[in-house]
């Protein structure tokens, strides 16, 4: 946890702290991110950063969950906005929020893709808990909506999910695919998982 004096900074000074760490954490892998540089991208001297964070890590984790919140926030208000039809529409939509993400945050967008795509799986957890989140949600979702079958293997339709969700993440984050082809892919596989999952998995 970061420490009680970076809550207490001014609003904007805490701001620019943050944004100096997930800048840095966005553009370097773990094991070489400067807290120098941090600091004087924060315009603090180096010894206020560590009256604000107990050390690396803690800075990490401070500024993955800032940017993360932030993304996931959006997120949940994107998927309220499309109005999906059904909970395989909500799960075409949670892809192409990806697309979104890199038009509308792109800073968070290269530290999304950095901790899920580039770092150990240690460093993912704020992804994978929030992840877990959705998944959840979804599947609830599909069952109310009698789409899926209560007795489906959630841990494998889990897995699944994630498994498609992390290639097509990929795919967009690293701007590999034109948003057209996105588009397309995310509504072929969203009914292919409709054709797969209706009627669950045993």
Known sequence: MPRATLDRLPA???RRVLDAA??????????RVSLDRVAAAA????????QYFHHKRDCFNTAVADAFGAAFAEF???LRRSRAGDCFDEFRHALLFAIVLRA???????????????ES????QEIVNRNSLFQQRWLERG???GLLDPRIDRTSVRFLLDAVA???HFMALSGTMSEGSLQRLARSLAQHLRHALVGGIR
């Open 12 to 14: 904007k000074k805490r």
């Open 22 to 31: 997930i800048a840095e954490f966005a553009d370097h892998p773990y094991d």
């Open 43 to 50: 315009g603090v001297p180096k010894g206020s950063l560590y």
């Open 76 to 78: 949940e208000r994107y």
């Open 104 to 118: 509308r945050r792109p800073l968070i967008a290269r530290l999304y893709f950095r901790v899920g795509f580039l």
């Open 121 to 124: 799986a240690e460093l993912q």
């Open 143 to 145: 069952i109310a909506e």
């Open 166 to 168: 992390n290639r097509f």
